[in-house]
């Protein structure tokens, strides 16, 4: 087939698809006036389809004619749509968020002295209190030097009473010696007293004890760790929460706690303390709440999900069918004195029932849901079965 046959052919489908659509197709003629068509071409090309509507109405039956007369002819013009009333919404208002828990107080046990291992004196799981015994390093050569100490001091004593009683007979100078000479050996027993001390591995806090990587036998230093104690009366949950909310944030401010291992199950707790900065990669705050576990239900290292509410902010909530969409932007069919008028609006927040939008809506004001194709601006609307919401939208 020749070009010029081609594009002709594409053209008359064009110019017939068009014409099709536009007497056809509901809202066709404002579209066009919305485009910028004039008033006076859109008008032409309405006003034959609206005779031909006449006529066909006139055509009917004369019985039809004077039910409809009966009836009241206003009624039967307007456009029977299903409202629903506009109800409050609420952006904002609650926060959830991914934590880790952590003991209130965690503490790594190690030696305060190098030896080797001669007994353990506790089990994994077990609770202990502060300053009691977990392990013992061998002592033999602190048994030895404390005897010695010992020794030494009470000749110092002695020597130091005898000069005493014998001043008259040797000079100030040896009693001054004497007297350094005691202390000098005080001072050692108390050094040896300590050292055998630290033979003993103790508890620095009240705690659970986990798993002990020592046995008896393996040779430690001051660096070897010998167990971990956990205060887990409460738990700490190191959390981040999104930029927008660091200035609604507050110490103090209640939170609740859910964990995997515990579902259902919600823990209460409170905001212990807020970072002093934004995270620049990731846009979000660190907190921390202190979570209350007296029943010992949390351990240290769990992840929990954290919620907090907040008074958030208020906007109309309508049915997400009532939404349009035109060449401007998105708006509502709202119904006043039986009549339709259109408001522009602007959605702040989709949820699965009601769409929460920006626009000039009050509580209460009908809103079209079903029944949208034939309504427009000024028309006349019937409402049958009107549903009106009485739940507030989930945000």
């Not at 002990?212 to 009366?233: A, H, K, Q, Y």
């Not at 927040?349 to 194709?373: C, H, Y």
Request: proline share 4%; net charge neutral.
């Amino acid at each position: 087939m020749p070009f010029w046959k081609q594009f002709t052919l594409c053209l008359v489908l064009i110019a017939a698809g068009f014409a099709g659509w536009f007497f056809l197709a509901p809202g066709a003629a404002d579209t066009l006036r919305n485009a910028g068509v004039p008033e006076s071409l859109v008008g032409k090309a309405v006003q034959p389809t609206e005779t031909a509507a006449r006529s066909e109405g006139q055509a009917g039956g004369g019985q039809s004619q004077g039910a409809h007369a009966g009836n009241g002819g206003g009624r039967n013009n307007s456009v029977l749509v299903v409202t629903q009333a506009v109800i409050p919404g609420v952006v904002n208002d609650r926060l959830n968020a991914i934590g880790t828990g952590d003991a209130i107080r965690s503490v790594v046990v190690t030696p305060q002295a190098s030896g080797i291992v001669r007994e353990i004196l506790i089990k994994s799981g077990e609770m202990v209190k502060k300053g009691q015994v977990l392990a013992k390093l061998d002592s033999e050569e602190q048994v030895i030097a404390k005897g010695q100490a010992k020794v030494a001091l009470k000749s110092a004593v002695e020597k130091s009473s005898l000069y005493h009683n014998i001043k008259s007979s040797v000079s100030r100078m040896d009693v001054f010696d004497s007297e350094i000479a005691e202390q000098g050996a005080r001072l050692q027993l108390q050094a040896a007293d300590l050292n055998l001390e630290r033979r003993n591995i103790v508890a620095p806090i009240d705690g659970i004890v986990g798993i002990m990587p020592i046995n008896i036998g393996d040779n430690v230093s001051t660096s070897t760790p010998i167990v971990t104690l956990d205060d887990r009366t409460e738990i700490l949950v190191d959390y981040w929460v999104p930029e927008r909310f660091a200035n609604s944030v507050k110490v103090g401010q209640a939170v609740e706690a859910t964990s995997v291992a515990r579902p259902g199950q919600v823990f209460s707790g409170a905001v212990e303390s807020i970072d002093n900065r934004i995270d620049p990669a990731s846009r979000t705050l660190r907190m921390r709440a202190r979570i209350n576990n007296a029943s010992d239900e949390l351990r240290a290292g769990m992840s929990f999900s954290v919620g907090m509410r907040f008074e958030g902010n208020q906007y109309p909530a309508v049915d997400p069918q009532s939404v349009q969409w035109d060449s401007q932007g998105s708006f509502v069919w709202r119904v006043e004195d039986k009549k339709s008028h259109k408001v522009r609006v602007s959605i702040v927040q989709r949820n699965p029932d009601f769409v929460l939008v920006k626009g000039n809506l009050n509580d209460g004001d009908l809103i079209v849901t079903q029944g949208l194709q034939r309504v427009r601006e000024g028309g006349a609307v019937r409402s049958d079965g009107e549903r009106v919401a009485s739940a507030e939208p989930a945000t």
